[in-house]
């Protein structure tokens, strides 16, 4: 009898158990969701600016890798069998607009980077621990949950040959640089074959995941904690310790490259100006290079390398550096082995990673250091 009674009561715990763990399950799923939504990561307006084929036509199937769920689960599987480039069609050639289509890259289906992208089927992560060859030219081994994170953050434009004499193009970094930083890789002037890996990625159990999610209650709005540092390095740590001469630091490069900048100026006589209000060009536009006062920052747009600069009379303009010339469709003055090009890309590199020095602070302090000295 008790040990029927027994059965009977066991079924209505295991059934209250069930009840329990289901509710338990939907209110965090439904907590998950809530963090995720304010998160970037649920940025649909990327997502239809540059991973759908109204916008970008067959160049969506280089975007849509990392700015949509479905471009980024129709890439893996051919990412893990080692080819990093653009997404192919089944046929195995560039994806054209049809199949592109066909995987919903359209404005009314296209999704952001959302549950489906980073979990499988199984709610397993869709890559852990080892990443295969990025588009940034390297791999990462033995780094958790952040294999994940770098299978979308990094640089995108293939390896640097850090001693190149001439880079050979203007490209700057993507501003997804985080991965690149975090294992020190794909930067001019410093030697970076060698491991230069920070211990925030290799020994904190999941790099990326374990300071913008474990260490947060709220795991999925991606964000690390006020206090991250302490968790790992006792109260007195904090993030300023890096971040103050990491900018500093930044703060010469830049100083560095606006002296060259400057001492070549006055052959300037046109640019492509670039109006960041309506991200269009006016091409052959005159600005006479002895007005050149000061560099205002150094960025990119459509992914080369650009210079804001102040002229005598205040204003600001704003122009790729492949298009400071002698005269309309005349001879570049800053050409592509100025180290001015080299040193842009490291400054790029170290400033979009976003985390001033927190990812890689050795690194980071190396780059910049070994850039300032090379400008001199
Ligand atoms: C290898 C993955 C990858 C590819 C390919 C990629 N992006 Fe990104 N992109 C990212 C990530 C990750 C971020 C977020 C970086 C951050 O916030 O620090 C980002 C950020 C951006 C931003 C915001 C930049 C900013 O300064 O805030 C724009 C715009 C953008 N990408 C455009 C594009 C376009 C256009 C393409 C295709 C030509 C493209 N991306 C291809 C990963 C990628
Ligand atoms: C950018 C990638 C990414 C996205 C997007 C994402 N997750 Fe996660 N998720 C992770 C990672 C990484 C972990 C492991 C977290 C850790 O190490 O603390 C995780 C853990 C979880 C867990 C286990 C519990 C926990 O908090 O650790 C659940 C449940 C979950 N995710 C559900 C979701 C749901 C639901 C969504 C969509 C609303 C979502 N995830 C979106 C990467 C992601
Ligand atoms: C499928 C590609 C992809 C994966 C995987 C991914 N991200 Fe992102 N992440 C992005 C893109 C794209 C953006 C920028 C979204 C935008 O602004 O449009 C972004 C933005 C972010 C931001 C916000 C940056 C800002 O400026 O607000 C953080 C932080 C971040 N990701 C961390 C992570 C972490 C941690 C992981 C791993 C758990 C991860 N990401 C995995 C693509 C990805
Ligand atoms: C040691 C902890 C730590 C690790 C590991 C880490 N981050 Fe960060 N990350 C930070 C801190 C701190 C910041 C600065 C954010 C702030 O000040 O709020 C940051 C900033 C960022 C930003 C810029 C956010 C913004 O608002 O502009 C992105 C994107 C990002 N991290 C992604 C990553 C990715 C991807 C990885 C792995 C490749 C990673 N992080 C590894 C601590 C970490
Ligand atoms: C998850 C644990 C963890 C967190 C969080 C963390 N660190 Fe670390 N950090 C480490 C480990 C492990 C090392 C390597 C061992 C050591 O030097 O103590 C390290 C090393 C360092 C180093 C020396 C780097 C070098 O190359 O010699 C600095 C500086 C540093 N951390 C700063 C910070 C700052 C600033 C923060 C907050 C933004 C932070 N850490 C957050 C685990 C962490």
């Given at each position: 009898m008790k040990f029927l009674r027994g059965k009977g009561e066991n079924r209505l715990r295991v059934i209250l158990l069930v009840l329990a763990l289901g509710g338990f399950v939907v209110s965090q799923t439904s907590a998950i969701k809530r963090q995720w939504e304010t998160s970037s990561h649920n940025n649909q307006t990327t997502s239809l600016v540059n991973a759908t084929v109204e916008v970008r036509q067959a160049s969506a199937a280089h975007c849509a890798r990392c700015h949509s769920d479905q471009g980024f689960r129709a890439w893996l599987p051919q990412l893990l069998k080692g080819d990093p480039g653009n997404i192919k069609g089944p046929?195995?050639?560039?994806?054209?607009?049809?199949?592109?289509?066909?995987?919903?890259?359209?404005?009314?289906?296209?999704?952001?980077?959302?549950?489906?992208t980073c979990h499988d089927e199984n709610e397993d992560l869709r890559v852990m621990n080892d990443t295969p060859l990025l588009p940034s030219g390297f791999a990462v081994s033995a780094v958790g949950e952040g294999a994940l994170c770098m299978t979308c953050h990094n640089t995108r434009n293939g390896r640097v040959n850090w001693s190149a004499e001439d880079p050979g193009r203007y490209t700057g970094p993507h501003a997804s640089s985080q991965g690149d930083v975090i294992v020190g890789k794909n930067v001019f002037f410093l030697n970076d074959t060698e491991d230069r890996?920070?211990?925030?990625?290799?020994?904190?159990?999941?790099?990326?995941?374990?300071?913008?999610?474990?260490?947060?209650?709220?795991?999925?709005?991606?964000?690390?904690?006020?206090?991250?540092?302490?968790?790992?390095?006792?109260?007195?740590?904090?993030?300023?310790?890096?971040?103050?001469?990491?900018?500093?630091?930044?703060?010469?490069?830049?100083?560095?490259?606006?002296?060259?900048?400057?001492?070549?100026?006055?052959?300037?006589?046109?640019?492509?100006?670039?109006?960041?209000?309506?991200?269009?060009?006016?091409?052959?536009?005159?600005?006479?290079?002895?007005?050149?006062?000061?560099?205002?920052?150094?960025?990119?747009?459509?992914?080369?390398?650009?210079?804001?600069?102040?002229?005598?009379?205040?204003?600001?303009?704003?122009?790729?550096?492949?298009?400071?010339?002698?005269?309309?469709?005349?001879?570049?003055?800053?050409?592509?082995a100025n180290p001015i090009v080299r040193a842009s890309w490291n400054y790029l590199m170290i400033k979009s990673d976003g985390s001033y020095g927190a990812h890689n602070p050795r690194f980071s302090r190396d780059v910049l250091l070994t850039t300032i000295s090379a400008l001199r």
């Open positions: 046929d195995g050639k560039e994806a054209d607009v049809a199949y592109l289509t066909s995987l919903g890259l359209t404005k009314d289906k296209a999704l952001p980077v959302t549950c489906s890996i920070s211990p925030h990625a290799a020994f904190t159990g999941g790099a990326c995941a374990t300071c913008h999610m474990s260490l947060n209650q709220e795991s999925h709005t991606f964000k690390p904690p006020k206090e991250v540092c302490t968790n790992c390095h006792g109260p007195n740590m904090n993030k300023e310790f890096v971040e103050q001469p990491t900018k500093y630091l930044l703060g010469q490069v830049k100083a560095a490259v606006q002296s060259k900048v400057l001492a070549a100026a006055e052959k300037v006589a046109v640019v492509r100006a670039y109006d960041a209000a309506t991200s269009k060009y006016t091409d052959n536009f005159a600005l006479d290079g002895r007005t050149i006062q000061s560099l205002v920052d150094i960025g990119t747009t459509g992914g080369q390398i650009a210079l804001k600069v102040k002229l005598t009379d205040g204003r600001e303009v704003t122009s790729p550096l492949a298009e400071f010339r002698e005269a309309p469709g005349g001879k570049q003055v800053y050409a592509t």
